[in-house]
């Protein structure tokens, strides 16, 4: 994983997005018009248009030396500024344009991204006006950052993309599609990308899901959740619920949040349908990586006790990867021993409300005792005495009637828990898999707990 993870990062050094051609067409026009009758607000309304010349722009921005500037540049108008004319217009010809350089269904797979990526952006934008966000312009370029690993694979990989839309159209999970052509989340590509390029820290923060918590940040996750899944039409179920979790945020009525959402980006040019016919739902498992599971552990056996989140990460790599559970999430102690709060998370990148995990210790629940006590179980709803025991908000988050949870220690002091499960309710997790859970928890904790 770190592998692939680190040829995304190389590309992205000298690799570029395209850009659309009839922004290209407005640049070249603007800048025959003379350099210094160029308006700032003007160039950066005809650049906001287009999602790789503004990754591409507000990147370059920030890799520029000796700035005297307190923070990253965030946003279009202060990229243009920061660049001046002189160099902004030869900076976005050295993109190549979209359909010189890609063909058939790659070609109309990047553009839907694109406009996957604006529709994003402009909802976002939105939602930070209504919440008095004193920098809703920055929170334009944030709501693109996630799309950038798409928009990158769909240039680069093309046909390997084509494969993931394939798969997501025979009913698998888009995170599970993503996983099973690329080997690992976009999201992940997303973030190696966007180091390299150097774009803005809230965009890119917004890739992590245990920022889900953090109110700026999880807006920018619901805009670019919506955005995608409005590919499918105004009445796609996750569409639905991404709207009613938007609206609770901004204490808004849902049926006025979609129709301001309407209102903005039919005004911006992006057709959405009504309704889109769904997938069948397939009933699919990831594989098992033993190979992966190896090494995983191997390296866990290797890692160092601080700081623990390398360990973690190690961890999820032997259940996501190595076990192929779907969804995995190490929850740690905060507001000394409180709470539990999801901390690292795998499989759910695409699930900004169940990111937003936080539990209360109190009420002598089922977690409250693991974490105080240790211990690994496999979980049930056919047990109905344990069942009973899981708060009944972590059963409606989950949604799936059996997973694998287990406290883990250190030092003989609890730091948090760990859950895994499989994301279709219909699919089993074996006893043997509960024992793999099982050695990767004692593995952690020997790691966590040095002698």
């Known amino acids: 994983m770190t592998e692939g993870l680190a040829a995304w990062a190389q590309r992205a050094a000298t690799g570029h997005l395209a850009v659309g051609r009839i922004v290209r067409e407005a640049m070249r026009a603007m800048e025959a018009q003379g350099l210094e009758d160029v308006d700032p607000d003007e160039a950066a309304e005809v650049i906001e248009r287009d999602p790789a010349l503004t990754l591409h722009l507000v990147g370059a921005a920030n890799a520029v030396e000796h700035r005297h500037l307190d923070s990253e540049v965030g946003t279009v108008r202060h990229a243009a500024l920061m660049l001046g004319t002189a160099r902004l217009f030869p900076l976005a010809r050295t993109l190549p344009v979209d359909d010189e350089v890609l063909r058939g269904e790659a070609l109309a797979g990047y553009r839907h991204a694109v406009a996957r990526a604006r529709r994003a952006a402009v909802l976002a934008r939105d939602w930070a006006r209504q919440r008095g966000d004193q920098l809703p312009e920055e929170v334009y370029v944030a709501a693109l950052v996630p799309f950038s690993g798409e928009l990158a694979a769909w240039t680069w990989e093309p046909q390997a993309m084509v494969a993931v839309e394939e798969a997501v159209s025979d009913g698998i999970a888009r995170e599970d599609a993503e996983y099973i052509v690329l080997g690992c989340a976009l999201a992940r590509v997303s973030a190696a990308v966007a180091r390299v390029w150097g774009l803005p820290p809230l965009g890119v923060q917004a890739l992590d899901p245990a920022n889900a918590l953090q109110p700026r940040t999880y807006g920018v996750m619901l805009a670019a959740e919506l955005g995608a899944a409005l590919d499918r039409g105004w009445t796609d179920p996750v569409a639905r619920a991404t709207l009613a979790q938007a609206a609770a945020w901004l204490e808004a009525g849902a049926a006025e949040l979609e129709a301001r959402a309407r209102e903005l980006l039919a005004e911006a040019g992006l057709a959405v349908p009504e309704s889109v016919p769904p997938p069948p739902r397939a009933h ?39 076990l192929g559970l779907n969804r995995v999430v190490f929850a740690r102690l905060v507001r000394h021993g409180e709470a539990l709060r999801a901390h690292r998370i795998r499989g759910t990148e695409h699930s900004p409300a169940f990111n937003r995990f936080e539990l209360p210790m109190l009420g002598r629940h089922l977690f409250a005792e693991l974490v105080e006590k240790g211990g690994c179980l496999r979980v049930s709803a056919a047990d109905e005495g344990t069942w009973r025991r899981v708060p009944e908000a972590v059963r409606e988050l989950v949604g799936v009637p059996v997973f694998l949870t287990a406290g883990v220690r250190r030092r003989g002091e609890p730091v948090g828990l760990l859950y895994a499960d499989r994301r279709d309710p219909e699919l089993p997790i074996t006893e043997a898999e509960r024992a793999r859970f099982a050695e990767v928890v004692e593995r952690l904790e020997r790691t966590l707990s040095p002698a």
């Open 284 to 322: 699919y498992a990831l594989a098992p990586r033993p190979d992966r599971y190896a090494a995983a552990l191997a390296a866990l056996a290797d890692a160092p006790a601080t700081p623990i989140d390398h360990a973690v990460e190690l961890a999820l790599d032997a259940l996501h990867e190595g």
